[in-house]
Nanobody, 122 residues
Framework: QVQLVESGGGLVQAGGSLRLSCAAS????????MGWFRQAPGKEREFVAT????????YYAASVRGRFTISRDNAKNTVYLQMNSLKPEDTAVYYC???????????????WGQGTQVTVSR
């Protein structure tokens, strides 16, 4: 079992930055690939970024590539999402997830956090 708790969300102006953290409990954290997803009101949950269990592989949605960076610290059981040059369309609830498959598909992840709100104002 892996329990995930996100933090770091908030209100920021367009062009600003935020750093999300996802703290995991459980000894199997380092065995899991980790992903960030987001869901805006009235929209489906969408993939943002994923990182392999070792940290050696990353993949981003086209909409955030070059602006967001995913990283992980297995010693701290934490995964991060650095978000720069934020846009109003990045406004959503952001979720971290853990799973055995390196994938951008939500169904590939077994464990989910409760989410953290990110709001980008114009």
């Amino acid at each position: 079992q892996v329990q995930l708790v996100e933090s770091g969300g908030g209100l920021v102006q367009a062009g600003g930055s935020l750093r999300l953290s996802c703290a995991a409990s459980g000894r199997t954290f380092s065995n899991n690939n980790m992903g960030w997803f987001r869901q805006a009101p009235g929209k489906e949950r969408e993939f943002v970024a994923t990182i392999s269990w070792s940290g050696g592989g990353t993949y981003y949605a086209a909409s955030v590539r070059g602006r967001f960076t995913i990283s992980r610290d297995n010693a701290k059981n934490t995964v991060y999402l650095q978000m720069n040059s934020l846009k109003p369309e990045d406004t959503a609830v952001y979720y971290c997830a853990a799973g055995p498959i390196f994938s951008g598909v939500p169904s590939a992840y077994d464990y989910w956090g409760q989410g953290t709100q990110v709001t980008v104002s114009r």
